[in-house]
């Protein structure tokens, strides 16, 4: 969960529920973006990836705003990392797990509907199985995405918190030093990306450097939070209508039309995040409804146990056609979107509530053995 900054920063307690909505809309999003891409939605879908980008900036932007000119020493530095692990840990534990038994269940069962879902265990093998379980095979150490899709971004996000957070001890990135660092290394990973590939929606292979931009664009947006004076609701509403406009361009255009376009989605989000972090402006008012804050809420549940459904459900309707359980014009892949959602966000509450906080209390208490250290919850 996001937690508001302490009062002494001079932030209200109400600070970052916006940002807790759009973490929400963002899981959502790659809940339809891999929905189409087992059914073929309409073609904005194909590029709502963009959610896992929105992520990598929020992520930059809280964990800089709670944890920025705190890591002072080795202590700081470890309890920081064993936090963030506690944080994001059991439930890849879990869903992976859960991933291995579907897997065995499904070729057990055979037939029509494993035909159309065992093509996508291609790489489940031991070692894809380990690197999914020490988190690092989104390292560019794997032929291809393996078991629980989704989990590629856990690995590049645990690594980007090892690197940062070591920035963070040795005072190169402070909050008096929110920029050089951050943008240099946003530069550089920019510049890595176009030299290999045209489109910014890199995974296993390059996802780690993707991580990296996000999260670097997510520290320097809040640095220039702390820098500008506050601004007027009319001017956060017009940064929320560019950043969105950006954002519905790249939504807009193949990626094969506009090879490159998608670059600029880490900069329209380091916009928007940065525009709706005062909770105010145009969009905030929606944002800071009890709906979209429960889907904040449940946000990190969805993200991983989304994925599997999106397979089941996806098979089944793909078996009910060849068979002509359903036919018509009526019945059209998207007509699926209501399903998955109503699925989904059950699931995705249920694993919240029942696993993905007791585990993450448990390990915070075995957290407290290690040195005491300032580092408030995230």
Same mark, same amino acid.
């Given at each position: 969960?996001?937690?508001?900054?302490?009062?002494?920063?001079?932030?209200?307690?109400?600070?970052?529920?916006? =940002?807790?909505?759009?973490?929400?809309?963002?899981a959502?999003?790659?809940?339809? %973006?891999?929905l189409?891409?087992?059914?073929?939605?309409?073609? %904005?879908?194909?590029?709502?990836?963009?959610? /896992?980008?929105?992520?990598?900036?929020?992520?930059?932007?809280?964990?800089?705003?709670?944890?920025?000119?705190?890591?002072?020493?080795?202590?700081?530095?470890?309890r920081?990392?064993?936090?963030?692990?506690?944080?994001?840990?059991?439930?890849?534990? #879990?869903? =992976?797990?859960?991933?291995?038994?579907?897997?065995?269940?499904?070729?057990?069962?055979?037939?029509?509907?494993?035909?159309s879902?065992?093509?996508?265990?291609?790489?489940?093998?031991?070692?894809?199985?380990?690197?999914?379980?020490a #988190?690092?095979?989104?390292l560019?150490?794997?032929?291809?995405?393996?078991?629980?899709?989704?989990?590629?971004?856990?690995?590049?996000?645990? %690594?980007?918190?090892? /690197?940062?957070?070591?920035?963070?001890?040795v005072?190169?990135?402070?909050?008096d030093?929110?920029?050089?660092?951050?943008i240099?290394?946003?530069?550089?990973?920019?510049?890595?990306?176009?030299a290999?590939?045209?489109?910014?929606?890199?995974?296993?292979?390059?996802g780690?450097?993707?991580?990296?931009?996000?999260?670097?664009?997510?520290?320097?947006?809040?640095?220039?939070?702390?820098?500008?004076?506050?601004?007027?609701?009319?001017?956060?509403?017009?940064?929320?209508?560019?950043?969105?406009?950006?954002?519905?361009?790249?939504?807009?255009?193949?990626?094969?039309?506009?090879?490159?376009?998608?670059y600029?989605?880490?900069?329209?989000?380091? #916009?928007?995040i940065?525009?709706?972090?005062?909770?105010?402006?145009?969009f905030c008012?929606?944002?800071?409804?009890?709906?979209?804050?429960?889907?904040?809420?449940?946000?990190?549940?969805? %993200?991983?146990?989304?994925?599997? =459904?999106?397979?089941?459900?996806?098979?089944?309707? /793909?078996?009910?056609?060849?068979?002509?359980?359903?036919?018509?014009?009526?019945?059209?892949?998207?007509?699926?979107?209501?399903v998955?959602?109503?699925?989904?966000l059950? #699931?995705?509450?249920?694993?919240?509530?029942?696993?993905?906080?007791?585990?993450?209390?448990?390990?915070?208490?075995?957290?407290?053995?290690?040195?005491?250290?300032?580092?408030?919850?995230?």
């Amino acid at each position: 969960m996001l937690y508001p900054a302490p009062m002494s920063e001079g932030i209200s307690a109400g600070y970052l529920r916006s =940002l807790e909505a759009i973490r929400g809309i963002g899981a959502l999003a790659i809940v339809l %973006y891999h929905l189409d891409d087992r059914l073929g939605l309409p073609f %904005y879908f194909d590029n709502f990836y963009i959610g /896992v980008d929105l992520f990598f900036v929020l992520s930059g932007f809280i964990i800089f705003h709670v944890y920025g000119g705190r890591i002072e020493d080795r202590a700081g530095y470890a309890r920081f990392l064993w936090l963030r692990v506690a944080r994001i840990y059991p439930l890849h534990f #879990v869903t =992976l797990v859960a991933f291995v038994a579907f897997q065995a269940l499904t070729i057990e069962i055979g037939g029509s509907l494993a035909a159309s879902i065992e093509p996508l265990f291609a790489h489940n093998d031991i070692w894809s199985f380990l690197a999914n379980l020490a #988190v690092i095979h989104a390292l560019n150490l794997l032929d291809g995405p393996s078991f629980n899709v989704p989990s590629w971004s856990i690995s590049t996000e645990l %690594y980007t918190y090892v /690197v940062f957070g070591a920035l963070f001890w040795v005072g190169l990135i402070r909050p008096d030093r929110p920029f050089a660092v951050p943008i240099l290394i946003a530069i550089g990973g920019f510049a890595l990306m176009a030299a290999r590939t045209p489109s910014f929606n890199a995974m296993h292979d390059l996802g780690f450097i993707r991580n990296m931009v996000g999260f670097a664009l997510g520290i320097a947006a809040r640095g220039l939070h702390g820098l500008l004076p506050r601004p007027t609701t009319r001017t956060l509403t017009v940064l929320q209508i560019a950043a969105i406009a950006m954002l519905l361009v790249v939504l807009a255009v193949p990626g094969r039309s506009a090879p490159y376009l998608n670059y600029t989605v880490p900069l329209a989000c380091a #916009v928007l995040i940065l525009a709706c972090s005062h909770d105010r402006g145009g969009f905030c008012p929606i944002l800071l409804l009890a709906p979209l804050q429960w889907l904040g809420r449940i946000s990190y549940a969805l %993200y991983l146990t989304h994925y599997m =459904l999106v397979l089941i459900v996806s098979a089944l309707y /793909v078996a009910a056609v060849q068979h002509g359980v359903i036919t018509g014009k009526a019945w059209q892949p998207w007509v699926l979107i209501p399903v998955i959602i109503a699925i989904t966000l059950p #699931v995705a509450h249920a694993t919240h509530v029942w696993v993905e906080l007791p585990a993450r209390t448990f390990l915070r208490q075995w957290g407290r053995l290690l040195p005491s250290a300032a580092s408030p919850r995230t």
